[in-house]
């Protein structure tokens, strides 16, 4: 009986330090990951794509003024707390220097100003096309040349861009949600070659 019981304590005792180990490899993992988004965003090869914070609703409504948010479909409570928390996780996984540009709609702009990433500015290349589809390969074609000047001078720093779905999916493929963001790996053109999608942090 006291074999048995011995057992029993040693088999614990394995489980518990197998337990740590996973944990710690996990954690392990989640720190070179973190060191990864960071490492490529200094480099100038890499940008971060993000589309704005959830916003109730599909398009504008009719009638919308750029230039009055009341007539927009803007960020509510939620798509605030949700900005604020990837400015946040941004700042964990070492992003400390930031160029954050966005969209000039009320909704990209609130995303921007809640990240908290040292101001923004606004770039008319990463301006909505959803009601003029047409407009798509002009707009992005605007964006890849704006990306591979920027990207030539902003030295350390991490670029970040705020826009809207159609914007992020024809210039580098993935229909994403709100929040949500995109690792993208530009040629010499400013154009995408590669993509790593980042959900929007819990």
Partial sequence: MRSLFSMSCRLILVSLL?????VTHANDRAGERA??????????????LMRHAYAPGVGDPAGYRLDDCATQRNLDAQG????AR??????????????????????????????????FGIEPSLASFFDQPEQAGASTAALSRFIARTLKSKGDRALIL???HVNIRDFAGPDIGSGDMVLVKVD???????????????
């Fill in 86 to 119: 990837t400015g946040a996780w941004l700042k964990r996984q070492g992003v400390e220097k930031a160029l954050v540009y966005s969209s000039n709609w009320c909704r990209c702009r609130d995303t921007a100003k809640a990240l908290e990433l040292g101001g």
């Fill in 35 to 48: 060191g990864e988004l960071a490492d490529a965003l200094r480099s100038p090869g890499y940008l971060l």
């Fill in 162 to 164: 705020v826009t809207h």
């Fill in 18 to 22: 197998l337990c740590c180990s996973l």
């Fill in 188 to 202: 010499a053109q400013g154009r995408a070659t590669s993509h790593v999608l980042y959900p929007s942090p819990p």
């Fill in 80 to 83: 605030r707390a949700q900005a």
